[in-house]
């Protein structure tokens, strides 16, 4: 009984370890978008770093850890010891491309919307704000994730071991966050989405590249 809960606390250490890291590769990735996007609207005008640092809108950067804190370091943990349980744990190239086709099913409808619903109510809107900011940015969102994360989900159920998977996948996340940040920082006052941000400075409207 005492070495089956003594398993558990260590593992629970572990994950939360993770999650953790998760949460704070995440936050740190909105962050470095708003000061990015500070920076290109304000040029010199910017100022010193503690001005900049002032305008961050430091509610959304913690919604972005908080939410990569439990579903990066819990939930989808849970999600891939799923497909592992469901398609195996063999590395083949066709068991993988299950778990990839697996992740793709599920990231319309369960982390897309769990991100904007989350991210949006941790920031202190609505739900029906945060279904709209959903609806807003779902089909750049799916654009992205489809561009980015295959080829990653490949190379972690291929290559990676279960233990290391989350922070693997972390380091993927800075660059997804950043997307995801981008698309909503980009767009100025007026259009679908833009208000959604409190403490945020409508940014200049930058072009997507088709």
């Known amino acids: ?119 949006g109510l941790l920031t202190g809107l609505s739900i029906e704000a945060s279904a709209q900011r959903l609806s807003d940015q779902f089909r750049e969102t799916i654009t992205a994730y489809v561009s980015l994360w295959p080829g990653a989900v490949f190379l972690v159920f291929r290559l990676v071991p279960e233990h290391h998977r989350i922070l693997t996948m972390a380091g993927f996340a800075f660059m997804e966050k950043c997307i995801y940040s981008w698309l909503e920082l980009r767009k100025p006052a007026g259009v679908a989405g833009a208000a959604v941000l409190p403490g945020v400075q409508p940014p200049l409207a930058v072009p997507v590249a088709s």
């Open 1 to 119: 009984m005492v070495l089956a809960r003594a398993r558990w606390a260590a593992q629970f250490w572990e994950w939360s370890k993770t999650a953790a890291q998760a949460g704070c590769i995440a936050a740190s990735a909105d962050l470095t978008c708003q000061l990015a996007r500070d920076h290109q609207k304000r040029g010199e005008a910017a100022g010193t770093w503690s001005s900049r640092f002032g305008r961050v809108d430091w509610r959304r950067v913690a919604s972005f850890g908080a939410f990569s804190f439990f579903y990066g370091g819990f939930l989808q943990r849970f999600l891939y010891r799923g497909f592992d349980a469901a398609f195996g744990a063999q590395q083949t190239g066709v068991v993988v491309m299950k778990k990839v086709a697996a992740d793709l099913a599920v990231a319309p409808v369960i982390y897309i919307p769990c991100f904007y619903m989350a991210t």
